[in-house]
């Protein structure tokens, strides 16, 4: 190439490569959406707040979910029974944090897991179950 | 000289192109085969563990509580029956890897998982009342049910269970009912009477005992 210039061939190879890479990547992008994992983490964290919010505690008068809800004192009485509890309930790969209006138990929450999550109110508010394959 | 300088070009060029095309056909493959290519599978096992587990469902005590009776009564023609989506694919549904109902043999299709606890009876309870002496019974927590029958005793005009009542007929009850009873506390039943009581009311229960289970569902039509 006497006078330095690129070849039109080159430049045009060069187009097309960035041509088909383009239309891979749009694959990628656009085909990925909400991956399968996460309607059943969804479910999952749905079933065990469901079985949470219906079962009686050992003692009390209330519901665990109700129970981990009222009080600081509640709190802390029935949060290690829940917690075996719902390690019992879910399937040994899946791991889980739960929060309430007085504190947070359970694994901490990794940061780009696909995390399911299911929230219940009780009469003293708002208990939040997140679950993610670990 | 410059003919062949160009040859040369288009030699780089086209492997570039082709090495480009072979990267994409892959991405694109590895994006379909992690795209959901069965959703005629998987929307038959959600639908089937979501009926499973429905709080309405003939297998089911109340929601995500299934009835140990009623899932030794299931098979395929009742889940069927329960499910039309199911419908003569290769169903099999498992607890905690025990087999509940196994009909064709589904390799590969769609698996749902879901927490479940299963609730067995226990053989009944029977305790009776005193009429003539108001006396009581204590019904366990987690009770949520419990037979009172008043049939052997006379002047008994209600029952009450923790001071809410259950049965009442002004003139005399006559009758065996079941009585809902609140699951979250200990329940005591006593009988209110007119004039002299006689007889003896029997409260029967059964005490249900609650067990974890994962519900595996694989549906492969």
Redesign the interface.
């Known amino acids: 190439?006497p006078r330095g210039q690129l070849?039109?061939?080159?430049v045009?190879?060069?187009i097309?490569?960035v041509l088909?890479?383009g239309?891979?990547?749009g694959?990628?992008v656009g085909?990925?959406?909400p991956?399968?994992s996460t309607?059943?983490l969804d479910?999952?964290a749905h079933?065990?707040v469901?079985?949470l919010g219906?079962?009686?505690t050992d003692r009390g008068?209330?519901?665990r979910l109700a129970a981990l809800a009222r009080s600081n004192r509640s709190f802390a009485r029935v949060r290690e029974p829940t917690r075996r509890?719902i390690v019992?309930?879910?399937?040994a790969d899946v791991l889980f944090r739960v929060r309430t209006p007085h504190g947070e138990f359970g694994y901490p929450r990794p940061p780009t897991a696909a995390v399911g999550s299911a929230t219940a109110a009780t009469r003293y508010g708002p208990v939040t179950i997140r679950v993610w394959y670990g | 000289m410059r003919g062949q300088t160009n040859l040369a070009a288009l030699v780089i060029a086209f492997v570039l192109l082709t090495g480009a095309t072979v990267v994409g056909v892959a991405f694109a493959d590895a994006a379909l085969a992690d795209a959901d290519r069965n959703p005629r599978d998987r929307h038959a096992a959600t639908a089937v563990a979501d009926r499973l587990v429905a709080a309405d469902a003939p297998t089911t005590v109340r929601a995500n509580a299934l009835a140990a009776t009623a899932v030794d009564d299931l098979n395929a023609s009742r889940v069927e029956t329960l499910v039309p989506p199911a419908e003569g694919a290769a169903v099999r549904i498992t607890l905690d890897g025990e087999p509940v109902v196994d009909r064709g043999s589904p390799a590969g299709g769609a698996t749902v998982r879901r927490s479940v606890i299963v609730v067995t009876r226990s053989e009944p309870v029977r305790r009776s009342i005193n009429a003539s002496r108001n006396a009581t019974v204590r019904v366990p927590r987690g009770v949520d049910r419990a037979a009172v029958d008043v049939e052997s005793a006379s002047n008994v005009t209600t029952v009450r269970a923790n001071g809410r009542v259950v049965l009442y007929d002004g003139a005399e009850l006559e009758t065996n009912e079941t009585v809902h009873l609140s699951p979250y506390e200990p329940s005591t039943i006593r009988t209110g009477t007119v004039g002299n009581a006689t007889g003896r009311v029997v409260v029967t229960y059964r005490r249900p005992r609650t067990e974890p289970r994962i519900l595996t569902v694989i549906v492969d039509a």
């Open positions: 190439m070849s039109l061939s080159v045009e190879a060069a097309g490569v088909v890479l239309v891979a990547v694959f990628t085909a990925a959406g991956t399968p309607p059943q479910a999952l079933d065990t469901t079985v219906t079962e009686p008068r209330d519901a509890r019992a309930l879910l399937p």
